[in-house]
């Protein structure tokens, strides 16, 4: 099994921008929200982050508004990039082998 490439952190991140473009605050909330409140990225996390995803070609940051009108200028939006996509659905299939490989020696409960 090859190592992890991707931080916990930045795979929520991906995965927050899978669905739509968003906003910093958008991301924060998102994973907030998808993971019960269990994780909860810091502001200077995300854009840490964020920077480095910019700099690997996993994200883009959008030129174009969704709804100027109704939007603070000061907001960046972010797109996930094929490359992100890509590194994103590989360290899904890892994580869905190591919970597979963690049901099958009883560490964690298979499904019902």
Do not use: C, N, W
Not at 74 to 93: C, F, N, P
């Amino acid at each position: 099994m090859r190592p992890f490439t991707l931080s916990r952190d930045t795979f929520h991140i991906l995965v927050a921008l899978a669905d739509r473009d968003r906003h910093g605050y958008s991301i924060l909330q998102e994973v907030a929200e998808r993971t019960g409140g269990e994780v909860r990225l810091s502001p200077s996390t995300l854009y840490s982050a964020v920077k480095r995803l910019l700099e690997q070609g996993f994200i883009e940051e959008l030129e174009e508004r969704p709804d100027p009108q109704h939007d603070d200028e000061r907001r960046r939006y972010y797109r996930l990039t094929k490359s992100g996509k890509r590194a994103a659905m590989e360290e899904a299939r890892q994580l869905e082998k190591l919970l597979a490989d963690a049901r099958a020696t009883g560490l964690v409960r298979k499904r019902a």
